[in-house]
């Protein structure tokens, strides 16, 4: 039923959005970094410890809540302990702040006329600060029966700098903000898979086409921007007839991944890669199908398919 609801949503944005130019959109997912939450159902987030930690459990709250795949939601997440939750998260956030010293040379105004204007400029030697703002939240996800499931210790950071004698000090909390969504986004990837619809561009090089069939390759790209499922008919009637070419063997692999059948995908951009002429793109195609397989493995466990 969600892979019949998938195609539907897939079908339904492929109405809506017109196809970008020389692209076929497939569907893709990667799976969670970590496996620790499959099967938590419902997750109680608590308000975290530290300077920033009661505005960063809230973000990360959201993040959660968020995480849904083929429109079903991942987590049902509760901001309050409660009876029924599978699992609390919890946490500390402290950020670390740090200034080093250093010499730098800038120019800079030397003399102001009588309206306060620069008349005179020259570069000089100021003493400067280099700030860095450093945030590792140390957050654990705990079963309710007290084991430990998971832990996060990753950290994010940013730094500026500047010169006081002619600068402004940076917004510290400014930049603190900046990094606590990005935490937050960093656990939610960790917890939860994500899907997408992804356009990927075609391969186009017409090498070892006889005259007409370059005429038909060219015309099934342009189609591409219009009917994504009449180019495919196009390119696999060349590729019947043009079984070596590079070009045709990626973009059927690209066609077979698009439908869904990523055992004749592998099996295309493998040939594609044997020609030495995919630019990387069979790698990655391979590479999606096999974060698809583990993300679709976690999908079903989670849900108990």
Not at 225 to 244: V, W
Request: aromatic share 6%; charged share 30%.
């Amino acid at each position: 039923m969600i892979r019949r609801a998938a195609l539907a949503a897939l079908a339904a944005l492929a109405l809506a959005t017109p196809a970008a130019a020389e692209t076929l959109t497939v569907e893709t997912y990667s799976p969670a970094l970590s496996a620790a939450a499959l099967g938590v159902q419902t997750i109680t987030v608590d308000h975290f410890a530290g300077r920033e930690g009661t505005r960063f459990s809230f973000m990360v709250a959201d993040a959660l809540q968020q995480a849904s795949i083929r429109g079903q939601p991942w987590f049902t997440v509760l901001v309050d302990d409660g009876p029924g939750a599978d699992a609390v998260l919890e946490g500390r956030v402290t950020p670390h702040i740090a200034e080093h010293r250093f010499r730098r040379k800038r120019e800079v105004c030397w003399t102001y006329d009588e309206d306060g204007a620069c008349s005179e400029r020259r570069k000089v030697e100021l003493d400067c600060i280099r700030l860095q703002v450093n945030v590792r939240p140390d957050v654990r996800l705990v079963r309710r029966d007290g084991a430990l499931l998971w832990t996060f210790t990753s950290a994010r950071g940013d730094q500026e700098e500047f010169c006081p004698d002619v600068d402004d000090h940076p917004d510290v909390r400014a930049m603190i903000m900046d990094v606590l969504p990005d935490l937050a986004h960093d656990i939610r990837r960790e917890l939860a898979p994500t899907g997408t619809i992804l356009p990927v561009r075609i391969m186009e090089r017409r090498n070892g086409l006889s005259g007409d069939d370059r005429d038909r390759f060219r015309d099934a790209v342009s189609r591409t921007k219009s009917d994504e499922s009449a180019a495919c008919e196009s390119f696999e009637s060349l590729h019947s007839a043009n079984p070596d070419q590079p070009s045709l063997m990626f973009n059927v692999g690209l066609c077979a991944e698009r439908r869904g059948d990523h055992s004749l995908a592998q099996e295309r951009y493998r040939a594609a890669l044997a020609s030495d002429r995919s630019d990387g793109a069979a790698s990655a195609g391979l590479r999606r199908i096999d974060d698809t397989a583990t993300a679709s493995a976690q999908i079903a466990f989670h849900f108990g398919q």
